[in-house]
Each structure stands twice: as structure tokens, then as C-alpha cells.
């Protein structure tokens, strides 16, 4: 569940970081002086249990347990999280000191949101509704972990999509574990000591649903975009050959790839590979709508469609993406011929549909990458946040 | 559990006042993750192997450390260079090996392991009590110092108290698996030990007010500057200041 | 064929304490070994060894005639020799003094039933079948022994290791522990204990530990 030094980006470690100190501010203001060696020692407590490896199927992987940290802590989780998480970073070299803010994050907000969730029904009773929630907080957060995870590696680079992916996949079988482990602990300790769960550990379910709603449009936006490392096509008729040209978002030519091209009616009329400048072309048999698809592995996949009108004497309409209708007829060159200006304009559209084209994904790509600002923005303003909310805090305490 | 392994020793880095190791480190790992040469990236590592060598550190048990974190860039370099999109060099079947992703796994394996290289030369030569001291310093919120000081007193007590109940159940037959005895066994084990650890809290708590105790942590303070810190400071950044320089010679690649 | 037999065991813990030097000790069959020696000689780490707990430095371990090294031989002997921790809340740690009890049993590869109704045989032979349901954690010292005690019972061992089984119980506790250990049927047992009369009561050999070595020693020392 920790990511190593060096392999996020600086706005992801940035946001990260600005999250956390957030949620640490939030978390130290809800804690009481008084409850200062209770924390202490669950965070010890925690920090111990997460050291115990339990066997899942053939293999065995360490608890993590935020779920119940969650249930138990609420916003507190917070501080318990960032503690354990020093020591191992401190002693053990696990996770790192620069990816400390977004490993917190990672694992906080789900426990503090899925504790938020589970808290109100273990209160109000303990029959099967409150051990449903209970084994949803335990297994949602670890699921919840592991896409945060995911996203903070995707949001670093459309590489790390691959390896994302298949950390999410790792931490299905765990989830699963831990929403049973937390099925079991809880009602131990709802037989041994109740007042543990139902005691006065702060009902302050109002704000944490408030906040719960700021952070989880925060996480939709960053899962979404984790899925938004798309590779393009741009397919375009000259008159003689359907031209292609595939290319990652990032700017990546997709190379030898597979490429197929389908008829109006669904037949697969021609099957080739993209060259080295990720480039293709191939003679149309007729007139008709054609339908192009890209394979550029690991799920990567595009499509455009090409319309051929006039064979021969053909016409230039891509439609691929956002670009306009563009159906004008252009006669047919041959020998020297002299152009009129409707016609001369024809010709310039023709030729010029392709950078257009090329324009309004570069356009796209602008887009993805302020969005990837907007994500880091929120986080500055959210460490801002906790920055005055500590700042007056120390007044107050003056 | 013996833990600061490499707190102890009595090199001229074990001596240094924690205020300016943190400082260091926290600079040094800034300057390193925001390299994007190879030049730069070298040039971090070899400095951070340099620290290593001035905090006197067991190699073998810093080459131990580094082994496990590299097993998850091991995974990096098996994955990264067929995922990422860019030049081919070589293709094996259907797979092909981009030039970019070579880079990137390369990039990464040198950042992370110059990070956590001077990581522990510079802060896991300290105990985490000095630690902690060193963050009440740097204005660090006393609630979060406190917790600092107490997580990591009581998590010995606790983790010794574990570990009985492991040998406890050990020698009443208990054999992990994956099924359900297993897992109550765990939980009732886990949640014994929460509630064993709430109750503790309670006791020190009170014992801390026998003692008249009113909410204030009192700071003993005694960290003195001295003339080595600011040569180890100075050495440290002018360092960094190098990296940095031969970074925007050598734009990235 | 003694039922155990350790010869030249040493053991030093990783941070350098060297508590064992050469102990060799047998346990027959019959023998009610009182161990004696002050705090901090060894006394709990050779419990452990016998146990497979803790491997030593050096030396042999021979029990039930066979030689005893790998995890794996050990965990064949755990069921037949009890071992009695010192804290008895290191040793319970399930909700209700029922399912600690047939814990052990259930690890034996016991079914449920049998395992449960093994563990109410054990309450009921020590007397205590009204803390079935009780939570361990909340009862009173004496009453946390008691249950200990059945868990280690409830597997039927056929040796007992006992750390300290009466320090701290009030008299009346105390009497009635070694009633229960007077009338369970064990082959042997050792018994670590600094109350005289725990010691009197429930030991027909004292060997006393010191310098990492044990020696027969012929009356009570505590005497």
C-alpha cells in the first residue's frame, strides 16, 4: 500500500502533502489533550497489528486495518496513520518521507470517510445492519486505499497505468479479508467493551459528512482521470489511400499496432500494423463509411471513422472527434487547371482538415493537463486551510 | 524489536544536531525527486552514498534495507518498459520495449534508492525521541509531538505484549491458515490488544495526573548549534547546489 | 526413558544477555520439580525452550525420546506438555472464557461440539462452569488464573510447565489451584513459584537456577 520515493510526480506529492497536513490539522483540533495517551496507544497498537501477516489463499500479506482505525478514530485516524507511517518510513525505509503526505492521504480519507459511515449504525445498533456496515467500512476502505493508490501513480504519468491496475487487482483479495477481520473485531469488542464503539468518541457525523463531500468528488475526478490516458486515432481520406496516424495522449506515437478497418456493414475488409511513425494507409475497395480501430495493447484502444465518397476523385471528410461536417465536393484534378476561389478553398480545407484535427486534440491535451493542475490547486487551497485553522487555533489556545 | 538499528554509533552524522539532519534531508530529498537528467540522478546517488559512508553505517545491513524496497522497483522494471508508449528498441513477441520506459525504470531505481540512502545516513542516525524533540523545534503542533513521544514509547510494551499473546496461543496449538479459525484468532488477538492498549492509555493518563500534570508538555531543551553541523550543512547544501546546477545544464530527457 | 532431557542448553538473547550456560536437566516420570532462583536467571527462557519458543544457542533437546530442533517437531509436543504463562492476560483474549477454553481443543483438530464440550468438562472439573459466558478480560485476577489454567487443562497434557501459577491469588485461590493441579493426572510437572507454600505443597525435587545453570538441591531453600 506505500508508494516509494521517486516514482510520483511533484504535483501529485505536492497535492498529497497539502491534503495531509489538512487532515492532520483536522484531526489534532478534534483530539482532545486528554486523549492524547489513548491515541498514542492505539496508534502503537496499530502500528504492531499491522506488522501481523495473515495468510489469504496461498499466500499471506500484512493487515492494514483503516477501516477500524477509521470506526474507532474518526478524524484522529488521521495523526495515527501519518505516525505509523513515519516509524516505517524512519525505520524500516518502507514507503519514503517524500511520499508521506500522499501515503497518509491514501489511507486516511478512506478510513475517516468509511468510519464516518460505519459509526452511526454500530451506535444505534449491533444486530446483522451494523456488521453489514461494518464489513463495507473495512473492505471500502482498502478498496477505496487502493484506487486512491492507483490514481495517485496514474495521475503521475500514463505509464503507471499498467502497474495501477494491477496493484488494484493485488488488493481485491485483501479487502476481502479485512472486511471479515473487521466483522470479527468489531463484535469482539462490541461483547468485551462495548462502550469502546458506542461511547462518546465524538458524534460529529454532520461535519464529517461535509467534508466526506468535498473530498469524494475530489477522488471521482482523480479515478476519472486515471482512466482519461487514451490513445487517439486520426484517420483522414486524400482522395486515393485512407491515411491514419496513431498516437498516445502524452504525444507518444503508437507503433506497430494492429489496426483494423471495418466496412458500414461490420465487415472486417483490411488488417495491418502502424509503422514506426505510428502511420498507416491502405486503398479503399469503395465508396462507403469506414470504420478504423486501433489495438495499441494493455486496453489501449481508438477508433475513427473515414467516409469515402468519390472514390478516384475523392473527398477529404474526417470525422473523427470534434471536427465539423465537411463535405464539400472537389473536382477533379487533372493537367493544368485553373482554380476559382471556391474552389482553391475546397482544396485548402481538404488539406488543412488534418491540423486542424491535430489542433483541437493538442487543445484536448491542454484540457487534461489543467486538470491535473485543478487537482494539485485544490490541494494547495486545502493546505492553506489547514494552515489557518492551525494559525488560529494557536491563538486561541493563547 | 530492534528498530533504530542505526541509531546508535558515533560518527560525525550520529553526532549532528537532528534540527539540521531533518533540514538536510527534507532538502536533499526535494532536490533529488524533482531530477530529471541521468547526470543528476548519478550525481544524487553518489552523494547520498557518500553520506552513508560518513554516518560509518554496516553496509550489509543498509544493502538488507535497500533489497526490500528495490523488490518493488524490481516490478517496476518488469512492468514500465512495455507499458510506456515511445521508441522501440527491441520487441519480444508482441511486446515491445520503448526506449522511455527503460529511462523511466532506470530514473526511478536511481531516485529512490539515492532518497532512502540518505535518509538513513541522515535521519535514521537518529533515535526517534531526538527526532521528535527536533520537530518540537521547528514549531511542529505540541498535540502531534506528544503523540510522536507516547506512539513510540508505549509501542514497545505493546509490541512485547503481542508477542507474548502470540507465543500464548503458539503453544496451545495454534497454526495460521487461510480459514476462519484463523480469523477470529486474529481478531480476538487484535482486538485484546486494542483494548489492553485503551486501558493502558487510561492508567498513564492517570498516573500523569498523580503527577500534576495540566496539559502542559515541558521542552527540556538542549540542542546546541555546533561548529560541525554548520561544516556537515554547508558540505550537504553546496552538494545540493551542484546536483541542482548540472540539472539545468543537462535538461531533461 | 525420561520424558524430557536437555543437555548443555545455552541461550543468549540478541542483545547480548546471556541467561542459560550449559543446563542440562532431566524430567522423569513421577517427578514434581520445584524451580527455584531469583528474577532475571532463566527460569520463564527455559520454559520457552522446552516449548520451542525460543531455539538455544546450543545444546540438545530430547522430549518423549525424540530429538526435538525444527519448528515442525515441536508443534507435535505442544498439545502433550501445558505451559501456564506468568500474566494470565497474555493468555486469554477471547470474548467469552467458553471459546478460550476450547481454543486449545479446537487447534488439536477437535469439531466444534466436541471442542466445546470438552472445554465445559474442563470448566466443571475446576469448579468454575458459571464464568462459561463471562468475558475473561473482565474477571478478577484469581478468577483470570483459574480460567488460564483450564485452557491449558482442556487439551489434556500430559507434563505442565507452571510460571508463578499462585503469585498474587489470595489464599483461598491459592489452595484451591493446587487442589485442581493435586488431582489432575500428570506424568510430571515444573513448577517456577517464590510462595513457599505453593512450593511445599507441590514439588518432591527443588533445583534451584543460577549462573545459567540448574542443580538439584535437597531440602527447600526457601525453608
Excluded at chain 3, 528474577?39 to 527455559?46: M, V
Aim: proline share 4%; net charge neutral.
Amino acid at each position: 500500500m506505500h508508494i516509494s520515493e521517486g516514482v510520483l510526480s511533484a504535483p501529485v506529492l505536492l497535492a498529497g502533502g497539502a491534503g495531509t497536513i489538512l487532515g492532520l490539522a483536522i484531526g489534532l483540533r478534534c483530539m482532545n489533550v486528554r486523549e492524547i495517551p489513548k491515541v498514542a496507544l492505539l496508534t502503537a497498537a496499530f502500528f504492531v497489528a499491522s506488522l501481523v501477516h495473515v495468510p489469504i489463499g496461498p499466500s499471506s500479506a500484512h493487515l492494514v486495518l483503516n477501516g477500524i482505525l477509521g470506526i474507532l478514530l474518526g478524524w484522529t485516524a488521521f495523526p495515527a496513520i501519518f505516525i505509523g507511517l513515519f516509524f516505517q518510513a524512519v525505520l524500516f525505509q518502507f514507503g519514503g518521507l517524500t511520499t508521506l503526505g500522499v501515503n497518509t492521504l491514501n489511507m486516511a480519507v478512506p478510513a475517516v470517510i468509511m468510519g464516518a459511515l460505519a459509526r452511526p449504525a454500530l451506535r444505534s445498533n449491533s444486530g446483522l445492519f451494523a456488521m453489514v456496515m461494518t464489513a463495507i467500512a473495512g473492505a471500502g476502505a482498502i478498496i477505496m486505499s487502493a484506487v486512491m493508490v492507483a490514481g495517485s501513480l496514474a495521475l503521475s504519468g500514463e505509464s503507471f497505468v499498467a502497474v495501477s491496475k494491477l496493484i488494484f487487482v493485488a488488493h481485491i483479495p485483501i479487502a476481502i479479508a479485512e472486511g471479515v477481520l473487521s466483522v470479527l473485531i468489531i463484535s469482539f469488542l462490541l461483547k468485551t467493551k462495548p462502550e469502546v464503539i458506542k461511547g462518546n468518541m465524538h458524534s460529529r457525523a454532520a461535519k464529517l459528512g461535509l467534508v466526506s463531500i468535498i473530498i469524494i468528488p475530489i477522488l471521482i475526478g482523480i479515478c476519472s482521470q486515471a482512466h482519461a490516458h487514451r490513445v487517439n486515432l486520426f484517420a483522414w481520406y486524400d482522395g486515393k489511400m485512407i491515411l491514419a496516424e496513431g498516437y498516445f495522449s502524452g504525444g507518444n506515437k503508437a507503433m506497430d499496432s494492429a489496426i483494423l478497418v471495418y466496412d458500414s456493414g461490420g465487415k472486417e475488409v483490411f488488417h495491418g500494423m502502424t509503422d514506426k511513425k505510428g502511420e498507416f494507409s491502405f486503398k479503399p475497395p469503395g465508396n462507403g463509411e469506414y470504420r478504423l480501430v486501433l489495438e495499441a495493447g494493455m486496453g489501449h484502444r481508438a477508433e475513427a471513422l473515414v467516409s469515402v465518397q468519390d472514390l478516384e476523385s475523392g473527398t477529404a471528410a474526417p470525422e473523427a472527434g470534434q471536427a465539423g461536417p465537411q463535405t464539400a465536393e472537389r473536382p477533379e484534378l487533372k493537367g493544368t487547371v485553373t482554380l476559382t476561389g471556391t474552389e482553391f478553398e475546397q482544396i485548402l480545407d481538404s488539406k488543412l482538415n488534418p491540423i486542424k484535427e491535430q489542433l483541437l486534440r493538442l487543445a484536448e491535451q491542454g484540457d487534461r493537463v489543467g486538470f491535473r493542475d485543478v487537482v494539485a490547486g485544490l490541494g494547495y487551497i486545502a493546505g492553506l486551510m489547514g494552515l489557518a485553522m492551525y494559525l488560529t487555533q494557536r491563538k486561541r489556545k493563547k | 524489536m530492534t528498530c533504530e538499528r542505526f541509531a546508535s554509533g558515533k560518527s560525525i552524522l550520529h553526532s549532528a544536531d537532528p534540527r539540521v539532519k531533518i533540514l538536510l534531508a527534507g532538502g536533499y530529498a526535494v532536490v533529488t525527486v524533482g531530477l530529471g537528467s541521468l547526470e543528476g540522478q548519478v550525481l544524487a546517488l553518489s552523494g547520498s552514498l557518500l553520506l552513508v559512508m560518513a554516518a560509518r553505517l554496516s553496509l550489509k545491513e543498509v544493502f538488507h534495507r535497500l533489497l526490500v524496497v528495490n523488490l518493488f522497483i524490481l516490478m517496476l522494471w518488469f512492468i514500465l518498459p512495455w507499458t510506456t508508449p515511445g521508441t522501440g528498441v527491441t520487441h519480444f513477441g508482441p511486446i515491445m520495449i520503448t526506449a522511455e520506459g527503460l529511462d523511466l525504470a532506470l530514473s526511478i531505481s536511481l531516485k529512490c534508492n539515492a532518497i532512502i540512502l540518505a535518509n538513513l545516513a541522515l535521519l535514521s542516525t537518529s533515535t526517534i525521541f531526538s527526532l521528535a524533540h527536533a520537530l518540537a523545534h521547528f514549531r511542529v503542533p505540541t498535540k502531534m509531538v506528544q503523540l510522536i513521544f507516547f506512539s513510540w514509547r508505549y509501542f514497545h510494551v505493546i509490541d512485547s505484549e503481542f508477542h507474548r499473546m502470540k507465543q500464548a496461543i503458539k503453544v496451545r496449538g495454534f497454526e495460521p491458515g487461510s480459514n476462519l479459525h484463523t480469523y477470529r484468532t486474529y481478531a480476538y488477538l487484535i482486538g485484546t490488544l486494542f483494548i489492553k492498549s485503551l486501558e493502558r492509555g487510561e492508567r498513564v493518563y492517570k498516573a500523569m495526573l498523580c503527577r500534576g500534570f495540566d496539559g502542559t508538555f515541558w521542552l527540556l531543551s538542549h540542542f546546541r548549534l555546533h561548529q560541525r553541523d554548520i561544516y556537515l550543512a554547508g558540505f550537504t547544501s553546496a552538494y545540493l547546489f551542484l546536483i541542482i546546477g548540472v540539472e539545468w545544464i543537462n535538461p531533461c530527457r | 526413558m525420561s520424558l524430557i532431557d536437555l543437555e548443555g542448553i545455552s541461550f543468549q538473547y540478541p542483545n547480548g544477555n546471556q541467561v542459560l550456560e550449559g543446563l542440562s536437566l532431566r524430567l522423569e516420570d513421577g517427578d514434581k520439580i520445584g524451580l527455584l532462583g531469583e528474577n532475571g536467571t532463566g527460569k520463564t527462557t527455559l520454559f520457552h525452550i522446552i516449548l520451542g519458543l525460543l531455539i538455544p544457542t546450543k545444546g540438545e533437546i530430547t522430549i518423549f525420546g525424540k530429538k526435538r530442533e525444527t519448528e515442525q517437531d515441536f508443534k507435535k509436543i505442544r498439545g502433550a506438555i501445558g505451559l501456564l504463562f506468568q500474566d494470565s492476560d497474555d493468555q486469554l483474549f477471547c470474548p467469552s472464557v467458553i471459546e478460550d477454553v476450547a481454543f486449545g481443543p479446537l487447534n488439536m483438530g477437535m469439531n466444534h461440539q466436541e471442542a466445546t464440550e470438552r472445554a465445559e468438562q474442563t470448566l466443571e472439573e475446576l469448579g468454575i462452569s458459571r464464568f462459561r459466558d463471562r468475558v475473561p478480560y473482565q474477571l478478577s485476577g484469581g478468577e483470570k488464573r483459574l480460567v488460564s489454567m483450564a485452557t491449558i487443562l482442556s487439551m489434556r497434557p500430559e507434563i505442565l510447565l507452571l510460571d508463578e501459577p499462585t503469585t498474587g491469588l489470595d489464599e483461598k485461590t491459592e489452595e484451591r489451584l493446587i487442589s485442581v493441579l493435586q488431582n489432575y493426572p500428570a506424568k510430571a510437572w515444573i513448577i517456577i513459584s517464590h510462595v513457599q507454600s505453593t512450593i511445599e505443597a507441590m514439588s518432591n525435587k527443588y533445583y534451584k537456577m543460577n549462573g545459567g545453570r540448574i542443580e538439584e538441591v535437597l531440602s527447600d531453600p526457601l525453608s
